[in-house]
């Protein structure tokens, strides 16, 4: 689906082309590229686009084109991501294809895969999450396509297959789940005291149920790197190949049982983490799949509606689309988008959101969006790019696992040595205490470390109804010091009322009603439930703080307090000024009630140590009540310019903007940490690097992202501490003293586990 920014809304056309002004890409351009620019429309867009390409290093050469609203552009060394940052900055966008994919790698070798995609014509963009196996490529569609990047990751061993809107998770875990079962149905065999039976039914397991193993170790080698593949298919193929060469000639010493088992345990191991994980990660995105049945009997799958189509839902049924009801009423529990669990009525003619549920009652649903427009899918698009978000913890995590394999190996090298060469015990021992050493070190720990408790803490807000956008905003949260919260709507229920008038000439009021007929501000609105007229106006002006027009013959501006200074005479004390023929003629008291969740919230906030500001657009003393009000400094008549100045200024401290996420869209951009608080169900309509469903989620998901952070680093630390332990032991540094030592079947099992428990563990938040 092709889709471009224009006026802050998105335009949809075929194909799935996305773009964001908040990518992080590393490629180097080679030669010519041309790039699709949105948003040009005058000859001076155009020098200005051309100006900002060709300040971009290891630009030659940029031609841009009006008509075409095309730029061709010629680089020796330059890469894709400056360019595309650079036309981006200077206020325009460029069309980019998003596609996701299915791959089936090892955590060790996101880091190596990113930068081999980074690397390939025309890839923008790439980020993998090993948690999920979930690959995310941004492209420049007009030099390449998603089915040229996944060939060349096939060309390079990787089973990757491109997402179609559903889970496809299950595979890789139905494929480790046979495996096991063959495994768990030969090993117990291999403990029988016959070795030539041993051989043969550990053979299947080693060669069969191990040989992912094996093809990981080949495909790492191969990107010269090291994984957890390398490890078990090590010591699995070491232990069987000794325990053959010792059946026709040695005749001392057997592990084909301990071989079958250390594999069978792994697989264990693998298949548990990969069940939770599929569990964990499908439980919004499962909802995205349904099956629906419409008004004329066809039962269809959600993702076939369309706008237009009529579903029928029933009682504890999933409602498949985004739609009004047509008819009939139920109760609708909508915590994946408000966040709370209390159903809700629904009836004729009101919204309903698809992945909801009716928990009970019956209703025909008229579907107005489906597919990728929906709701739902909003939410799930903005999850996978969030969960794809590297912490600062990450880069050491990297480093210790990209020496952790090979340290691995020199260690059991070494053990084997001390053993046999200088403790001289026998051939059969020394190698089981190596193969143990190669079959306990598990660096799968540190890889799940940080996208596992990512995706756990961002997939409990989603439950919650937060949306994260930007995963980093997880980790800026901490250091925040300061919330900058606007105040209509936000803080306040933005719904103005008149509170009182004075007249200081008969008819003012009636004047300003007949002006305020012609505009859609909230003030115009308040001002027309007060009351209406049916003067006759001409030259109506909408002006910045009020408006302006003739009425019956006389000039009347209706206006918040600078306007009226700068062009009337007279003083006054409300909210509002009436002025005819430049004078001061009447006032307005307006009223805007305080969220009762915004009391609360605020005092929490200080409470927790938090600055809390208000910056608002108002510049009328309801803006100082509602200051006094809460107890907080206020900030008013800022233009949206000012609040970003602001943010600004208070950054050093870490600030928060929390907004409606349309008109502070600039101050939450350049905030730490910019929130949306929404009512609404469009998420690419908002600039928040959160959308919370009311202020109290604010409190939620500071909590959460502290939680969150913590898991990160109990789990490094878990992971880092059970190596310490388990490897020695492995290598039997307790068996001199205790004559115990950890046999190369239980160490596998306890690098299973290592794995299994950072994913557990991820799931306590």
């Not at 529990?333 to 003619?349: A, H, L």
């Not at 306040?492 to 007249?503: D, P, Q, S, Y």
């Not at 500071?702 to 032991?729: D, F, G, H």
């Amino acid at each position: 689906m092709f889709y471009f920014v224009n006026n802050g809304y998105l335009m949809q056309f075929p194909q799935k082309i996305l773009m964001d002004r908040e990518r992080n890409v590393a490629q180097k351009l080679r030669m010519d590229q041309e790039l699709k620019v949105v948003g040009m429309h005058c000859a001076t867009c155009e020098v200005t686009v051309t100006k900002a390409i060709s300040s971009v290093s290891g630009v030659k050469d940029a031609k841009v084109n009006l008509a075409s609203g095309s730029a061709r552009v010629t680089l020796e060394g330059g890469r894709l991501k400056d360019v595309v940052q650079a036309v981006r900055r200077a206020g325009y966008d460029v069309v980019t294809q998003k596609f996701t994919a299915k791959v089936h790698l090892s955590e060790e070798e996101a880091g190596a895969l990113t930068e081999f995609l980074e690397g390939l014509e025309g890839v923008i963009y790439a980020k993998v999450n090993p948690s999920s196996g979930t690959l995310l490529v941004e492209i420049n569609p007009l030099s390449t396509s998603p089915q040229t990047v996944l060939e060349r990751l096939r060309e390079r061993g990787y089973r990757v297959e491109l997402s179609k809107q559903e889970v496809r998770g299950r595979r890789d875990f139905h494929d480790l789940l046979v495996k096991l079962l063959v495994g768990s149905v030969l090993t117990p065999f291999t403990l029988l005291p016959v070795p030539f039976l041993q051989a043969v039914v550990s053979a299947p397991v080693i060669f069969y149920s191990g040989l992912r193993f094996h093809l990981g170790t080949v495909r790492a080698l191969r990107n010269h790197t090291t994984n957890m593949d390398v490890l078990v298919s090590l010591s699995s193929l070491v232990g069987w190949f000794y325990s053959l060469l010792s059946l026709l000639y040695l005749h001392e010493g057997y592990f084909f049982d301990a071989s079958s088992a250390l594999v069978t345990f792994i697989l264990a191991g693998k298949t548990m983490e990969a069940y939770i994980k599929e569990r964990t990660s499908n439980d919004v995105v499962r909802l995205q799949s349904v099956m629906a049945q419409t008004e004329d009997g066809r039962t269809v799958d959600s993702r076939e509606l369309k706008p237009g189509d009529v579903a029928v839902v029933r009682s504890g049924e999933v409602i498949p689309a985004d739609g009004v009801v047509k008819e009939g009423e139920g109760y609708v529990e909508e915590s994946i988008y408000t966040g709370e669990v209390m159903p809700v009525r629904k009836s004729v003619g009101e919204p309903v959101i698809g992945g909801s549920t009716l928990v009970s009652g019956f209703l025909k649903v008229h579907v107005t969006r489906s597919g990728e427009r929906t709701y739902l899918s909003q939410v799930v698009e903005a999850v996978k790019e969030a969960e794809t978000v590297r912490l600062p913890i990450q880069s050491l995590v990297d480093r210790i696992s990209s020496l952790f394999v090979p340290s691995i190996v020199v260690i059991s090298l070494f053990t084997f040595l001390v053993w046999y060469g200088i403790l001289h015990y026998s051939l059969a021992f020394s190698l089981a205490i190596s193969i143990a050493v190669l079959a306990s070190a598990c660096p799968c720990g540190f890889g799940l470390a940080t996208p596992m408790a990512i995706m756990v803490g961002i997939r409990r807000l989603v439950r919650r109804g937060i949306v994260v956008r930007n995963g980093e905003s997880l980790e800026r949260l901490k250091l925040v010091k300061t919330v900058i919260f606007d105040k209509t709507g936000t803080i306040t229920k933005g719904e103005m009322r008149v509170l009182k008038v004075e007249e200081r000439e008969p008819g003012a009021m009636r004047m300003a009603l007949a002006l305020e007929r012609f505009s859609n501000h909230p003030v115009a609105k308040a001002l027309l439930r007060f009351g209406n007229s049916d003067l006759q106006v001409k030259h109506f002006t909408e002006l910045e703080g009020g408006v302006y027009g003739k009425v019956d013959g006389r000039e009347v501006l209706v206006g918040n307090r600078e306007l009226v200074k700068k062009n009337c005479e007279g003083d006054f004390k409300g909210d509002l000024a009436i002025c005819v023929d430049w004078k001061v003629v009447g006032e307005v008291w307006l009223e805007d009630e305080i969220k009762d969740e915004a009391r609360e919230l605020v005092e929490r906030l200080k409470e927790m140590g938090y600055k809390v500001v208000i910056a608002t657009g108002d510049s009328s003393s309801l803006a100082d009540r509602v200051g006094e009000e809460l107890g907080v400094k206020v900030y008013k008549g800022l233009s949206p310019d000012q609040k970003v100045e602001l943010v600004r200024e208070l950054k050093g401290e870490g600030v928060m903007f929390v907004g409606d996420g349309v008109n502070d869209a600039q101050a939450m951009r350049e905030a730490d940490v910019g929130v949306a608080v929404s009512t609404g169900t469009d998420i690419a309509k908002y600039a928040g690097d959160v959308i919370v469903p009311n202020l109290q989620s604010l409190l939620v998901l500071i909590k959460q992202s502290r939680r969150t952070l913590r898991k990160v680093k109990e789990n490094v630390a878990w992971a880092l501490t059970y190596n310490a332990i388990l490897v020695p032991i492995a290598a039997g540094v307790l068996y001199p003293f205790t004559g115990i030592y950890l046999p190369p079947e239980f160490a596998a099992l306890g690098m299973a586990m290592n794995s299994v428990s950072v994913v557990l563990w991820s799931l306590v938040q």
